[in-house]
């Protein structure tokens, strides 16, 4: 699948509940983004180094998620840090280094991998149905919902739509080159992908209509809030409010 959680993990950030989890995230993310010092962003840096450990999730699971992430940071660096002259700036010879922008984008790179692992230790430990639930629970708009739980649902069924026609065009003996023949062999493959998307949709659709769906999600299982949560909901508040305090005032 392309959407792929850590929800089967039996740990102490799984037993939390799930709005709480999507709350802090939001909380956190928010003031991750606002911190620009570096010994607060150290201390953010390990914070969610800490609850990632404590999901019981390794660093090889989502590794191509953090090189991603980082790859893109990188043409930052290459290109950023050259493009201004300031008062700080450092002659290295064959370039101009301003180092303004090159700690610019050294923040941008902790806050990213920072809100990166919040988000994976505290929202993709939520299967998407839970998820979807948690969030109408907080009031979420309905219609928000509805299309993030088939966009991610979905999306992976026309990815295996893709991978069964490139597999076709493979074995019918398709090389790639910078020809025509290209072009109408991917502009064929695109449009094969949409018209079998279309039509899953529209059984998908007449299918939610004969069993009633009416906006609405329902599940067994029952929220609520328990005394670890609301310990965790004191140590979120403490630690946001001390960032907070030492980033303003």
Not at 102 to 116: E, H, P, T, V, Y
Not at 158 to 182: N, S, W
């Amino acid at each position: 699948m392309i959407f792929s959680d850590f929800s089967d993990r039996n740990s102490m950030v799984h037993s939390l509940d799930p709005r709480t989890r999507i709350v802090s995230c939001f909380i956190f993310a928010c003031a991750v983004s606002q911190l620009s010092s570096f010994a607060a962003l150290a201390s953010a840096l390990l914070l969610s180094l800490v609850l990632f450990i404590f999901s019981k999730i390794t660093f090889r699971e989502v590794s191509g998620r953090l090189l991603a992430l980082n790859i893109f940071f990188l043409f930052f660096f290459l290109s950023l840090p050259f493009s201004g002259q300031g008062k700080d700036s450092v002659d290295i010879g064959w370039a101009i280094i301003d180092k303004e922008y090159f700690l610019n984008c050294c923040r941008a790179l902790i806050r990213g991998n920072i809100i990166l692992l919040l988000c994976i230790s505290l929202i993709n430990t939520v299967d998407i149905l839970t998820f979807a639930q948690a969030l109408s629970s907080i009031r979420f708009p309905s219609k928000l919902v509805h299309l993030m739980m088939f966009t991610i649902r979905y999306l992976d069924i026309v990815h295996c739509e893709y991978l069964q026609i490139k597999r076709a065009v493979i074995a019918r003996g398709f090389v790639p080159h910078m020809d025509m023949h290209t072009y109408r062999t991917i502009a064929g493959m695109a449009a094969s992908i949409m018209i079998k998307a279309l039509d899953r949709a529209e059984r998908v659709n007449a299918a939610m209509k004969c069993r009633c769906f009416d906006g609405k999600f329902y599940s067994v299982k029952k929220f609520a809030l328990r005394r670890g949560d609301l310990f965790y909901i004191s140590l979120s508040s403490l630690t946001v409010t001390i960032f907070i305090w030492g980033e303003f005032f």
